[in-house]
């Protein structure tokens, strides 16, 4: 490859925009809570886009052809996560601003990394075992820091790490390693069961057996939401690696008799369904979270009550799982739709990213980076509005976390990465 | 005017921009698309030598000119005629991806390699490479 260095001025314009309108959020939320503007609320912001538009320019040596949409997009978003986190709790929007430069390093790292992406399929196994082997130790000696009952952090003087973030992308390169191995035989080769021809499920049990033991370890950890998570991104991965339907069909229908199944074994799983279909009926208790995230979106309407000037603040947990119910207060509809236009648009860049790599492997892996992104956003968006039952993920980039942050970004390097290859192969 | 106002103002600017960059991606998003679908009728910076000719009429040697999307096959309607017993009427096509050639097969009855290898889907094909089309034998070279 040639060293050549090429301003990214597409991505620099985007950037910069972006960035006005992050500063601009600020300033409202600064006058809103003084009345007046207190020009150090906006350092978050100028240290974010700096640093973004540093790593522009390092991304002009390091990876010239890679895409130049994701970065400002991704950061527009993250901006207007940190915005509603400091907006909600200033010590929160500090660390949140802290991760996000680390995920902006991660992205300068595996851009720089001489290595092809590709590389990554070699070691699948080694992969999946790291990922599961996070998760037992989590289990085993984790923290439990927000007194759920379940241990699902491992942290080291005073910094603490969620191993599931990092094991969705651990699966995603599993299963692109493995489907791009197989998908022939996936694709082609049936069972045939007198008239009924069946596909050859025995060459599925590796990925059935990475896949069933992460669910079994997110159950345990009773993290249906990110349980929900790994459905789908397998799911998705494999229909789009052999493109026959009888894989999600069956997947599907394998889920529906599992939650009719645990609907009536698991008394939680019940009292979910129950809040869901009757939310107000249960306001006081289990149902007080959605009931209240349901008030702050229809106290928001179409324009929200303005930054800093509505009671986001009254809904549990709303830096993380719920953000999208303060957003909606503040921003309104107008807001959630546009910051949900652009996630969309990250999920289309992905698979054209996917479309353009000439990389099975790649091909898959950017599907399944992208499954993720698009995925986690469904089930949360889904459970914060009562279109689904309510399952805990952070909505991408905008919820506070410091592992989803840290995840998310590395997500975006290694699209980043597959789109710089993309011209490259010989 | 009062914070109030400005507040107002602001949130209206604030919603207002957030559409703007939408619309921005969707505006340099168009750009970019366009420039890579449509092709441009410029002369490519290549050419075909002919190196084995068949019963096409071609003399070895002779240099066909490459368009920005060459579609090649013995029917007429093609941008490069090869009159060979062993070409489809619809055989290939070739076309310059910014970057790169790309070859594809468009079904034609007697295959498509580059440099020994069948193409099934779009394939880069570099300078200096040998496309065979059925039994006819051309080379990728500078313009």
Not at chain 1, 91 to 111: C, D, F, P, S, Y
Request: net charge positive; proline share 4%.
């Amino acid at each position: 490859m040639t060293a050549r260095y090429r301003v990214r001025w597409l991505e620099l314009l985007l950037l910069v925009v972006s960035g006005g309108i992050q500063v601009l959020g600020f300033v409202l939320l600064s006058v809103a809570q003084h009345r007046h503007l207190v020009t150090s609320d906006l350092r978050y912001p100028v240290v974010f886009i700096v640093s973004t538009i540093a790593l522009s320019l390092w991304l002009g040596r390091a990876a010239p052809g890679a895409d130049q949409f994701l970065l400002p997009v991704v950061t527009l978003l993250t901006g207007v996560g940190i915005l509603m986190v400091t907006r909600l709790d200033s010590g929160l929007g500090h660390r949140q601003v802290l991760w996000t430069l680390a995920g902006e390093l991660a992205i300068a790292i595996v851009l720089a990394l001489p290595r092809s992406v590709t590389q990554l399929r070699l070691y699948k196994y080694t992969w999946a075992s790291i990922g599961l082997l996070l998760i037992v130790l989590t289990i085993l000696g984790g923290t439990d820091i927000n007194g759920s009952g379940y241990r699902r952090w491992i942290g080291f003087h005073g910094v603490y790490f969620q191993p599931v973030e990092l094991l969705k992308i651990l699966i995603a390169v599993f299963f692109a390693a493995y489907l791009d191995e197989k998908h022939e035989l996936l694709a082609s080769a049936r069972i045939r069961l007198k008239m009924i021809r069946l596909p050859p499920f025995q060459y599925l049990a590796p990925l059935v057996l990475v896949w069933g033991l992460s669910l079994a370890l997110l159950v345990k950890q009773n993290d249906l939401g990110s349980a929900l998570l790994f459905l789908g991104i397998f799911l998705a991965m494999i229909y789009v690696g052999t493109a026959r339907a009888v894989y999600p069909v069956t997947g599907i229908a394998m889920f529906v008799v599992g939650a009719i199944g645990a609907f009536h074994l698991f008394p939680h799983v019940r009292d979910r369904t129950e809040v869901w279909l009757n939310p107000f009926a249960h306001s006081s208790t289990t149902g007080f979270q959605l009931v209240q995230g349901l008030i702050a979106l229809s106290s928001g309407g179409i324009g929200g009550q303005g930054l800093g000037l509505g009671m986001p603040y009254k809904v549990p947990v709303v830096t993380t799982d719920f953000i999208l119910a303060a957003i909606g207060e503040e921003l309104g509809l107008a807001g959630v739709v546009c910051l949900l236009a652009l996630l969309l648009f990250l999920v289309f860049r992905g698979l054209t990213i996917g479309i353009g790599s000439e990389d099975g492997f790649q091909k898959l892996l950017a599907t399944g980076l992208v499954a993720t992104i698009a995925i986690q956003t469904i089930v949360i968006v889904g459970g914060t509005t009562r279109l689904m039952p309510l399952t805990g993920v952070p909505l991408p980039f905008l919820s506070y976390g410091g592992s989803s942050a840290l995840a998310d970004f590395l997500m975006i390097g290694l699209l980043l990465k597959i789109s710089a290859e993309a011209g490259t192969v010989p | 005017m009062s914070v109030d106002d400005a507040l107002l103002i602001g949130r209206v600017v604030f919603l207002l921009a957030l559409y703007l960059f939408l619309v921005l991606l969707g505006v340099l998003l168009w750009r970019e698309l366009r420039s890579r679908v449509s092709p441009s009728s410029e002369r490519a910076p290549c050419d075909l030598l002919v190196v084995e000719p068949f019963d096409t009429g071609l003399e070895v040697g002779e240099r066909i000119p490459l368009l920005a999307v060459s579609s090649i096959g013995r029917g007429p309607e093609n941008d490069i005629v090869l009159n060979d017993s062993f070409m489809s009427t619809s055989h290939a096509r070739l076309l310059w991806d910014r970057k790169r050639w790309l070859l594809e097969d468009l079904g034609s009855t007697n295959g498509t390699r580059v440099s020994g290898r069948p193409v099934r889907k779009a394939v880069p094909v570099k300078e200096g490479e040998t496309i065979e089309l059925g039994r006819v034998r051309l080379k990728l070279v500078p313009a």
